[in-house]
């Protein structure tokens, strides 16, 4: 399978367009790299795609990724999307994608909650009508092919794992159950897998085990330490209460990962982040350990 990093930052990306921290300042500047909303593009045949989730900023993530053009007049080479949640930064290019016509929409797959909260918004529930089909996932088991076009659990075998999160913040940030789930997809003919868990708040046993079993990780890297929101000035909350576990300090993601064999990116990265700063200890720590940061066009063959 052929994975493309189509946006390595959290909300709001890097720079976002209200924010002169640092980060920001500096990807402005051209000193550090620029950032948009955090998306996998993925593959088993270079022709037809998936998202993993799908940004705001989804049609600047086309314009710059080739493969996603349109291959006729009208049309595209994406076939559907798999959401991790709710958040609008995760499934707000789906309003932007509503031009799609014809009789052959979107395959859009989530947990049950996902979908629930999501189609409480008028823009996001037309993706759970005619042409489109919006497909509750199983939980813990491999999600069972749509057709014989459908690479979903044909080329793929992708399962989606219940991890510890809330309900965005529209929807009240409560902890629901399957709220937020990682997928975990194996290509069929390589073996190679790729986890895809961008948001949690702590690694339950199935995350940890998930992690352990897979190729490469694309992990949670929204916040280094659980105070920096308050520290940088930006926002009076700490990572925890927004549904994130941090990557460094006590009982953050490192301190979890001691020892693991599986190749981590942090991906999700919050323009607070001090890891995003080359020269900070941060990214030493980052670094010390094994792990990367994903960027931009970051792409990947398992
Ligand atoms: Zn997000
Ligand atoms: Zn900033």
């Not at 982040?273 to 200890?281: I, K, T």
Request: include cysteine; glycine fraction near 10%.
């Amino acid at each position: 399978m052929i994975v493309r990093v189509l946006g390595s930052g959290a909300g709001g990306g890097v720079p976002q367009w209200n924010c002169a921290c640092a980060n920001c300042e500096a990807a402005r500047a051209g000193r550090a790299p620029r950032r948009t909303q955090s998306s996998l593009a993925l593959s088993a045949d270079g022709a037809r795609w998936l998202l993993l989730n799908c940004s705001p900023d989804i049609a600047v993530q086309i314009e710059a990724f080739p493969a996603l053009h349109p291959p006729a007049p009208r049309g595209t080479p994406i076939t559907g999307m798999l959401l991790t949640d709710a958040n609008i930064d995760h499934i707000g290019g789906l309003a932007v994608l509503r031009q799609r016509g014809g009789n052959r929409g979107f395959v859009v797959r989530s947990s049950a909650t996902i979908r629930e909260i999501a189609t409480t918004q008028p823009a996001f529930a037309a993706f759970a009508a005619f042409p489109h089909r919006w497909i509750d996932v199983p939980l813990g088991k491999p999600i069972p092919s749509n057709d014989d076009d459908d690479f979903v659990g044909n080329a793929l075998a992708v399962t989606a794992i219940a991890v510890p999160g809330t309900t965005p913040g529209y929807a009240g940030r409560r902890p629901v159950p399957a709220a937020v789930v990682a997928y975990e997809i194996a290509d069929r003919h390589t073996h190679e897998s790729l986890l895809f868990a961008p948001v949690f708040g702590s690694i339950n046993d199935a995350l940890a085990a998930a992690i352990a079993r897979a190729s490469v990780a694309f992990l949670d890297g929204s916040f280094y330490s659980d105070d920096e929101l308050i520290e940088t000035h930006l926002l009076a909350k700490q990572a925890r209460a927004l549904g994130h576990q941090p990557v460094g300090g006590i009982g953050g993601t490192l301190s979890n990962l001691r020892g693991t064999r599986t190749r981590i990116v942090f991906t999700h990265l919050n323009n607070s982040n001090p890891m995003l700063d080359a020269a900070s200890e941060a990214y030493a720590h980052l670094r010390e350990f094994g792990a990367e940061l994903a960027y931009d066009g970051m792409e990947l063959t398992l």
